[in-house]
């Protein structure tokens, strides 16, 4: 059979049926890492939960992969383009699954499964990629996966996001293909002074918490001056215990975020400043590392339409794109600057006002309502998944697309 002579609505079947006969099997993954939350690279019991169903489906996994304890890959199919799927499944300290990442890993799987069996199934030439990426909230594992080569080869790269229904003020929809992500970078900072007795000889001291203390404050300034999807976040990590001692180190650590890589570098130098200028008003000594850095998402049209055309197959009113900066970050940007890629936002029933990293949002990620709405993505992200590897011209324009993208954001 050619590939002109398989109709999309025969693959739309057969997708559903194959998901439909996995239905139990997804629910308890679903629900096995929603009920284990587990912070960046200590997402042991995920991976094993994943690497275990996975092949108990008839795949070999690769565990432990690209040097990342808890990233693995698995791939299948021969020839043809490679269409890759990026699993998350890493949590958030104290509220677990705000983010909804259990439905993330959720939707990859399912699209890996479905597109896998798909080709071969109607005999088409083409490979697939379910990957296991750790550490998206914080320590960028899709970042480290690149530069171990985890991507090379990729032609098409899809994921999908949970979120509110009402992901931007007054706009409710169940999803969003493409939305603008910010570009953030990490910045650590010490100060070190001099201790000296808070009450008998203060003068002889250097205090790191003024600089610390100083340092914010001259953010807090800088605030006035910044872009309205412009982000700068703070925490002390290190400040004194007791009163009565002049401190002599402090620490703190920074997200800086802007909707550009060259509005970002532009923000990193002005908040080193201000860092740099609670040192010098102190008299202190201050070392600044800066790390993880999170691109900007290049949006393409392309992946986004279909994306708006397969939703809408199973009933779901998707927006193609929204202009408004999504104001949160994510390690799938430093993926849309390798091949093209599409990062969607689905909606679940969630309560009103209840948005991700809020304790609301975790426990309407757990629901069946929102298990359900992660199959429908995931049967959507695997027929994007064939549009890519069974039309030639189809997948020209998406490419195509892609690069002139970097040419303007270059």
Not at 29 to 55: K, R
Not at 56 to 64: E, L, S
Not at 183 to 208: D, L
Not at 224 to 231: C, T
Request: charged share 20%; with cysteine.
């Amino acid at each position: 059979m050619t590939v002109t002579e398989i109709n999309i609505k025969e693959v739309k079947a057969f997708v559903d049926a194959a998901l439909e006969g996995l239905q139990k099997e997804l629910r308890e993954l679903n629900h096995q890492i929603w009920s284990n939350p587990e912070l960046a690279y200590e997402e042991h019991q995920a991976h094993d939960t994943i690497c275990d169903f996975i092949e108990a489906q008839g795949f070999a996994v690769t565990r432990h992969a690209y040097g990342l304890d808890t990233s693995f890959e698995v791939l299948s199919g021969t020839g043809g383009r490679l269409i890759n799927f990026n699993a998350e499944y890493d949590a958030l300290p104290d509220i677990g699954h705000a983010c909804g990442h259990n439905l993330i890993s959720t939707s990859s799987v399912a699209a890996f499964i479905a597109l896998s069996l798909a080709l071969k199934k109607f005999g088409l030439p083409g490979r697939t990629q379910l990957l296991g990426t750790p550490a998206e909230e914080n320590g960028g594992g899709k970042a480290k996966l690149i530069e171990a080569g985890a991507y090379k080869g990729v032609d098409i790269s899809l994921m999908a996001h949970p979120g509110p229904k009402q992901i931007y003020p007054g706009q409710e929809c169940c999803g969003i293909a493409g939305t603008l992500m910010n570009a953030r970078k990490n910045i650590h900072c010490e100060f070190s002074g001099r201790n000296a007795h808070a009450g008998g000889n203060p003068w002889e001291g250097i205090n790191a918490l003024d600089a610390l203390v100083s340092s914010y404050n001259n953010v807090a300034v800088l605030r006035q001056q910044l872009l309205p999807d412009q982000r700068i976040h703070c925490a002390f990590l290190d400040t004194p215990k007791v009163a009565n001692v002049i401190p002599a180190y402090t620490k703190a650590f920074w997200q800086v975020r802007s909707p550009t890589l060259t509005g970002l570098t532009t923000l990193i130098g002005k908040v080193r400043n201000c860092i740099e200028a609670g040192a010098l008003a102190t008299g202190c000594q201050v070392k600044i590392e800066e790390d993880e850095l999170y691109t900007d998402v290049r949006l393409n049209d392309t992946l986004c339409e279909r994306y708006q055309v397969h939703m809408g197959s199973y009933n779901r009113d998707v927006l193609k794109r929204h202009d408004k900066v999504l104001t949160g970050s994510s390690d799938i940007g430093n993926v849309s600057y390798e091949t093209p890629t599409l990062h969607t936002m689905f909606g679940i029933p969630a309560p009103e006002k209840s948005f991700p990293h809020h304790p609301t949002f975790a426990a309407a990620a757990g629901t069946d309502e929102a298990h359900t709405e992660a199959v429908i993505v995931g049967k959507s992200l695997a027929l994007i998944g064939w549009d890519m590897v069974s039309g030639d011209d189809l997948y020209d324009i998406t490419r195509n697309q892609w690069q002139d993208e970097i040419v303007r954001k270059d």
